[in-house]
């Protein structure tokens, strides 16, 4: 596309038409009503085709106890389940919601039997973080940094230095750019987020099933977007209407005076009591509760934690943690927040050592971290997001600090902003990042203190990250994460005959190593089939890329509509007037590292 033109390729949407773009065509404040109420999951969804899976597979169906039986025939079984074990061939068999048997030659027990021969069938993959509701907004700033408020390390915090804190969370979240010689004025002030609440659900929906086409079946929910109680129950609902294992994990978004969060204990009218009631009283769902009040004061003057407060209304914890290694130590020091952290999760855990030294070695000086023993004493999960941030300037993604310390952390996508979500690209991140640092230290002249190489993680090791990791840290190893009997039906058939992977040799190995999404070949989520055969099962793929980019239209359109205070001033690289992100060039290219001069590149 010719860079003066405009960057949406869809028709700019009126706002008339934009309102039936509610799930099942209801108005906007037909559906927030209803959706406040929890009940709006029996509508269709955009891009739903039917309540059901295809119909064609209904015909196949024979019922055992009652249930639908699938046997996913003569796989390559990778159960990840030392007491199952592995198999060159064998069958897994799924009765309603579960796994009944894994093993060889389970023979033609009756319902649907899909042939696996050629294809590796595994526990499907699980994410631990995730802004879902940026979803959006995906590459909008992917040579950008994160940028952190206040911290002397990072670059400029202020427009029009464009970064991660500036496009993402002011321009496109917050609706408001902050004035940096006045603190608590604003340049440029919309009064209200750019996203109304059914855009927020249009892209949690997408990227729910995005990711089911990629193999990951569950993910966690991190939207910094809850301003206002509204905002919350939509991205509830498009989680919930997705059919995804998800965990909600409740997080604040722009307070203007309508916020609820975080709520407060013995209340159940707002915030997380509100939450829990309406939407999390089951625990045999596929969404459940997470909430990210840290263990400091629940909110000023609260005379409890907010990992209390998560705990008293059935949450798990997980939290946003970059360099914070004081704030575990702290945490460990208040009695309120217990010492069993098995149902907390803390994300990016970057820059925790005790000494300044790289996160590499395995040397008891330079290894040595307070906040890593701490964790691993009381038993906290760890959530890396390995290649955001390799990208973005959070620091070295802490996977030999996990590792040192005897934990195999998750790893999760942050934010499609700046990368993808790809279970493949995650893994392959973790891998090299770990073996690289590791190698490097094997050559006396990239070692110059003769620092101890560690050990190389292997490929099962970063599935297991992929895999049993996220389900741990999710609070859901007891359902999925493994095949193992007894457990959900999660199950990704990755397919081994493809051009790009054939001929296998060592199955871990081409999990990692080789393939890609395409490999993905079929997926269930709880015994169901969502993704057959390369195809979303009962969802209109064009429909739903047409209602996310008429969401990014008509937030796009609201950031150039009338403010409250001044106009948006251009940035150093989107354009302006009206402001629109750069398509064609740079993102971010001007400053990015304002210590360094430009590249003088030759091929
Ligand atoms: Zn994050």
Request: some cysteine; charged content about 20%; overall charge negative.
């Given at each position: 596309?010719?860079?003066?033109?405009?960057?949406?390729?869809?028709?700019?949407?009126?706002?008339?038409?934009?309102?039936?773009?509610?799930?099942?065509?209801?108005?906007?404040?037909?559906?927030?009503?209803?959706?406040?109420?929890?009940?709006?999951?029996?509508?269709?969804?955009?891009?739903?085709?039917?309540?059901?899976?295809?119909?064609?597979?209904?015909?196949?169906?024979?019922?055992?106890?009652?249930?639908?039986?699938?046997?996913?025939?003569?796989?390559?079984?990778?159960?990840?389940?030392?007491?199952?074990?592995?198999?060159?061939?064998?069958?897994?068999?799924?009765?309603?919601?579960?796994?009944?048997?894994?093993?060889?030659?389970?023979?033609?027990?009756?319902?649907?039997?899909?042939?696996?021969?050629?294809?590796?069938?595994?526990?499907?993959?699980?994410?631990?973080?995730?802004?879902?509701?940026?979803?959006?907004?995906?590459?909008?700033?992917?040579?950008?940094?994160?940028?952190?408020?206040?911290?002397?390390?990072?670059?400029?915090?202020?427009?029009?230095?464009?970064?991660?804190?500036?496009?993402?969370?002011?321009?496109?979240?917050?609706?408001?750019?902050?004035?940096?010689?006045?603190?608590?004025?604003?340049?440029?002030?919309?009064?209200?987020?750019?996203?109304?609440?059914?855009?927020?659900?249009?892209?949690?929906?997408?990227?729910?099933?995005?990711?089911?086409?990629?193999?990951?079946?569950?993910?966690?929910?991190?939207?910094?977007?809850?301003?206002?109680?509204?905002?919350?129950?939509?991205?509830?609902?498009?989680?919930?209407?997705?059919?995804?294992?998800?965990?909600?994990?409740?997080?604040?978004?722009?307070?203007?005076?309508?916020?609820?969060?975080?709520?407060?204990?013995?209340?159940?009218?707002?915030?997380?009591?509100?939450?829990?009631?309406?939407?999390?009283?089951?625990?045999?769902?596929?969404?459940?509760?997470?909430?990210?009040?840290?263990?400091?004061?629940?909110?000023?003057?609260?005379?409890?934690?907010?990992?209390?407060?998560?705990?008293?209304?059935?949450?798990?914890?997980?939290?946003?943690?970059?360099?914070?290694?004081?704030?575990?130590?702290?945490?460990?020091?208040?009695?309120?927040?217990?010492?069993?952290?098995?149902?907390?999760?803390?994300?990016?855990?970057?820059?925790?050592q005790d000494n300044a030294s790289a996160q590499i070695s395995i040397d008891a000086l330079t290894s040595q971290s307070r906040a890593w023993e701490i964790f691993a004493a009381n038993g906290g999960h760890s959530s890396i997001a390995v290649i955001i941030e390799m990208q973005m300037r959070h620091g070295m993604p802490p996977i030999q600090m996990a590792l040192d310390h005897g934990i195999l952390p998750s790893l999760s996508p942050d934010v499609e902003t700046n990368m993808t979500t790809d279970p493949f690209s995650m893994m392959r991140g973790a891998f090299c990042v770990q073996r690289a640092l590791a190698n490097d230290l094997v050559f006396p002249i990239s070692n110059p203190n003769n620092l101890p190489a560690p050990q190389l993680i292997t490929c099962r090791q970063v599935i297991e990250m992929m895999t049993i990791a996220g389900a741990a840290a999710n609070r859901v190893l007891d359902k999925v994460g493994t095949l193992t009997p007894g457990k959900e039906a999660d199950i990704v058939v990755l397919d081994a005959s493809n051009i790009n992977v054939a001929p296998i040799n060592n199955v871990a190995g081409a999990i990692v190593t080789m393939m890609d999404t395409r490999n993905v070949r079929d997926v269930l989520i709880a015994g169901k089939i969502v993704y057959r055969s390369g195809k979303l099962v009962g969802w209109d793929t064009r429909r739903l890329v047409r209602d996310i980019t008429r969401a990014r239209d008509r937030v796009l359109r609201r950031i150039n509509g009338p403010a409250l205070v001044g106009t948006l001033p251009p940035g150093q690289n989107s354009l302006s007037n009206p402001y629109r992100p750069n398509f064609l060039g740079s993102c971010c290219y001007k400053g990015q590292n304002t210590t360094a001069p430009e590249y003088r590149l030759r091929p």
């Open positions: 596309m010719r860079q003066g033109s405009s960057t949406p390729e869809t028709p700019v949407t009126p706002e008339r038409e934009a309102e039936s773009c509610a799930p099942g065509g209801k108005s906007r404040r037909d559906f927030l009503k209803s959706s406040a109420l929890g009940l709006a999951a029996a509508a269709l969804a955009p891009g739903k085709l039917t309540d059901e899976a295809a119909p064609a597979e209904a015909t196949t169906v024979v019922h055992g106890h009652g249930k639908k039986r699938i046997l996913l025939k003569d796989g390559i079984v990778l159960s990840l389940d030392p007491k199952v074990g592995d198999f060159e061939k064998a069958d897994v068999l799924i009765e309603g919601k579960k796994i009944v048997a894994v093993g060889p030659s389970l023979g033609h027990a009756g319902g649907e039997q899909i042939d696996c021969s050629g294809a590796i069938v595994m526990p499907g993959f699980i994410s631990t973080h995730n802004h879902q509701y940026e979803c959006l907004q995906r590459s909008i700033i992917p040579d950008g940094i994160i940028v952190f408020a206040g911290n002397a390390q990072q670059q400029s915090t202020a427009w029009p230095y464009e970064a991660y804190g500036t496009v993402v969370q002011s321009i496109w979240t917050a609706g408001r750019l902050p004035d940096p010689v006045a603190p608590g004025t604003f340049l440029w002030d919309l009064g209200r987020s750019p996203y109304d609440p059914q855009d927020c659900y249009i892209s949690e929906l997408v990227a729910c099933l995005s990711q089911i086409t990629q193999g990951v079946t569950m993910g966690t929910d991190t939207s910094q977007a809850s301003h206002t109680p509204e905002y919350s129950d939509a991205m509830i609902q498009g989680l919930m209407d997705s059919g995804r294992r998800m965990v909600y994990d409740y997080t604040n978004g722009t307070d203007r005076g309508l916020s609820e969060f975080p709520g407060a204990s013995g209340d159940a009218t707002r915030g997380i009591g509100r939450l829990a009631k309406t939407y999390f009283n089951s625990k045999d769902q596929l969404v459940t509760l997470g909430f990210a009040g840290g263990p400091g004061p629940a909110f000023a003057g609260a005379p409890y934690t907010g990992w209390q407060l998560g705990r008293e209304f059935g949450a798990l914890i997980n939290n946003h943690n970059v360099g914070g290694f004081q704030t575990i130590i702290n945490a460990a020091a208040d009695p309120r927040n217990g010492t069993d952290w098995s149902d907390v999760t803390q994300v990016h855990c970057v820059r925790w």
